[in-house]
């Protein structure tokens, strides 16, 4: 089915004036052109089926930008196998007028913020502003700002608990909401777990609302404070824990393993634990049951050279230095023997995993409860 020659001309002269990006709503069969001066529009005169004219519109747009009537799959993968994703082939795809290729470059190496605001207008959409986002130089940019607030607005249509969390954490990326957005974003946190997730990923020392430090917290930091601006990782840790940030942190990361939706809740739930307490385990995730972390954990007290620095100051922390060693190693291996493979999800993978998250919890009691 040919162009009519209507279009064809206003194509012509739209493509003349290079426009930065083109993007079809087939809903109305409008092509719209980004140009620096503001946008232009051209009503679509279609002599039959929408669909087949929209394929002959986009392979004239191919043909034009790329030099390949075959459109963008077909260019895409010579691109990327001579490694020829260069921010001007970039450009280029943004001129195709389809969604694909917009979100090729949503995730290529070479993304900018001028490209990211083009790529923005050419497809407004949930996940390629969870894709830009991840650019610092995007997150930073006025165009980062409109599309946080964009994934904010848009969390509630979000069916997938992984697409909540994530929206949460890039868009909680400094700068880019105003404090009451982020406050209104926490409170409904209480009763949104994965929303709550994205907030310990994201601003895990930071978090609104911050309780105060242990009872104990004053006094140990005063003893500490010389010992861990020494360099000892593992005073640190005990002082992170135990001030008012570590203590609300431990709080939500109680309320999310309380009664996590899935598997994924719970799993991004461990592995922000894992990284908070990482500085003691430089090696890594061990990939342990809880069985093997405890023993483990016994090892590193008897072995570590910096435990018996901070034990000299502050004995009585030993339970608290075993918890958060344990802690720097969680992960899917303390899951794996209740878990088996299984995809439950709800009600019945809480029954599953209660006996690993009642250890847990109390890991949790030894760094939050102070000794009398």
Request: aromatic letters at 6%.
């Amino acid at each position: 089915m040919p162009l009519s020659s209507e279009d064809a001309l206003r194509l012509n002269v739209l493509l003349a004036n290079q426009p930065l990006a083109i993007r079809i709503n087939e809903s109305s069969m409008t092509l719209c052109g980004l140009r620096r001066d503001g946008e232009v529009s051209i009503k679509l005169n279609p002599d039959g089926f929408d669909e087949k004219y929209l394929k002959q519109v986009r392979s004239f747009l191919s043909e034009q930008a790329l030099g390949s009537p075959g459109g963008y799959p077909l260019y895409l993968q010579r691109w990327t196998r001579m490694g020829q994703m260069r921010e001007d082939s970039l450009e280029q795809l943004l001129m195709l007028g389809d969604p694909t290729a917009v979100f090729a470059v949503v995730c290529a190496e070479g993304l900018t913020a001028e490209l990211a605001r083009r790529a923005w207008w050419a497809a407004e959409e949930a996940e390629n502003a969870r894709r830009m986002l991840q650019t610092r130089a995007v997150a930073g940019s006025g165009t980062g700002q409109q599309m946080a607030r964009y994934l904010i607005d848009y969390l509630p249509f979000e069916t997938e608990p992984e697409a909540m969390m994530e929206s949460v954490c890039v868009a909680l990326q400094p700068g880019l909401l105003d404090e009451e957005t982020r406050l209104g974003l926490w409170k409904k946190a209480a009763r949104k777990t994965p929303y709550l997730v994205g907030f310990i990923a994201a601003i895990p020392d930071d978090l609104p609302e911050r309780l105060p430090g242990r009872i104990d917290f004053q006094a140990l930091n005063q003893r500490l404070t010389g010992l861990a601006g020494a360099g000892n990782r593992v005073a640190a840790l005990c002082l992170r824990f135990l001030s008012g940030s570590g203590q609300t942190f431990i709080a939500a990361c109680a309320h999310i393993l309380q009664k996590p939706p899935t598997q994924e809740v719970v799993n991004t739930t461990l592995d922000v634990i894992c990284d908070y307490a990482g500085s003691i385990r430089p090696e890594g995730n061990p990939d342990q049951t809880l069985a093997q972390l405890r023993q483990e954990a016994d090892i590193f007290v008897s072995t570590s050279a910096e435990v018996p620095e901070l034990l000299a100051i502050a004995p009585e922390l030993l339970p608290e230095v075993r918890s958060i060693r344990i802690l720097s190693g969680i992960g899917y291996g303390i899951l794996r023997p209740v878990l088996k493979s299984s995809d439950a999800m709800g009600s019945l993978m809480r029954r599953k995993l209660e006996p690993v998250m009642t250890q847990l919890r109390r890991e949790f009691d030894i760094l939050t409860r102070a000794k009398e």
